[in-house]
């Protein structure tokens, strides 16, 4: 998966997105409708702060987590905060989203062969 990031979308977000038509829900997948890009959403985190005053020894103040990632961490989510070890993080909840992949999808053109099939149109229809 080179070159493709994950996506994240608070509900305020993805509500934004939906009530626009920026994007589209289908199951589990959204469609960016803008870019036609799909994301597999999953349940996430983005961690604002670190409440306790400890060290964030874990360095994750600004990272994004989604559930199977807490799971693995052992951490705990509880209605806007994260539980992890000592360390209780202030998180905004949201979504997560992989880029959904399709092999069969066809790749773009070159940015040089657009231009010069742009160039030929041009010269050879307009007048």
């Known amino acids: 998966m080179t070159g493709l990031?994950?996506?994240?979308?608070?509900?305020?977000a993805l509500d934004l997105w939906l009530g626009e038509g920026r994007?589209?829900?289908d199951g589990e997948e959204l469609l960016d409708t803008k870019t036609g890009q799909?994301?597999?959403l999953i349940?996430?985190?983005?961690?604002?702060?670190?409440?306790?005053?400890?060290?964030?020894?874990?360095?994750?103040?600004g990272k994004v987590k989604d559930a199977e990632q807490l799971e693995?961490?052992?951490?705990?989510?509880m209605s806007?905060?994260?539980i992890l070890g000592d360390n209780a993080y202030?998180?905004?909840?949201?979504f997560v989203g992989t880029p959904v992949v399709v092999a069969d999808a066809?790749?773009?053109?070159?940015?040089?062969?657009?231009i010069a099939s742009l160039q030929a149109f041009f010269l050879n229809n307009v007048k």
């Open 23 to 25: 994007g589209k829900i």
């Open 72 to 77: 693995a961490l052992k951490a705990e989510l």
């Open 43 to 61: 349940t996430g985190v983005r961690f604002v702060s670190e409440v306790t005053g400890a060290p964030d020894t874990a360095q994750l103040v």
């Open 5 to 12: 990031c994950r996506l994240f979308l608070s509900q305020e």
């Open 90 to 94: 202030e998180v905004q909840e949201g």
């Open 38 to 40: 799909r994301f597999r």
């Open 80 to 82: 806007g905060s994260v």
């Open 106 to 114: 066809p790749k773009p053109k070159p940015r040089a062969a657009t």
